[in-house]
Nanobody, 126 residues
Framework: VHLVESGGGWVQPGGSLRLSCAAS????????MAWFRQSPGEEREWVAT??????????SYADSVKGRFTISKDNAKHILYLQMDSLKPEDTAMYFC??????????????????WGQGTQVTVSS
């Protein structure tokens, strides 16, 4: 299983970024995927999860990003996205994508025990 994040960078407060996570090496459709972030000296924080359902994917968000961030995925391209709008300085962190088979659970703790990418840095400052 191979996950590669991209799309990070510097942005001013109020701006937007879209992160991507290219996935390969597993049956993409049967996996729950999530974004996490971590700032220096801080604990890792769960950001958002997307999991397959019979008709639509189900998404969930941390309260700190709800209404500003959107998780989605392109099943044909095997890419996970995180659209980040109305960014704040406190969103500055290294962002990681993670994946785990649905049968093993889709809670943030369960996904955190799965596969991880190398991360992409997001910096929000003026």
């Amino acid at each position: 299983v191979h996950l590669v994040e991209s799309g990070g960078g510097w942005v001013q407060p109020g701006g937007s970024l879209r992160l991507s996570c290219a996935a390969s090496g597993y049956r993409y459709y049967n996996y729950c995927m999530a974004w996490f972030r971590q700032s220096p000296g801080e604990e890792r924080e769960w950001v958002a999860t997307i999991r397959p359902d019979r008709t639509n994917d189900i998404t969930s968000y941390a309260d700190s990003v709800k209404g500003r961030f959107t998780i989605s995925k392109d099943n044909a391209k095997h890419i996970l996205y995180l659209q980040m709008d109305s960014l704040k300085p406190e969103d500055t962190a290294m962002y990681f994508c993670a994946a785990r088979g649905m049968v093993l659970g889709c809670s943030p703790d369960a996904i955190a025990d799965g596969y991880w990418g190398q991360g992409t840095q997001v910096t929000v400052s003026s």
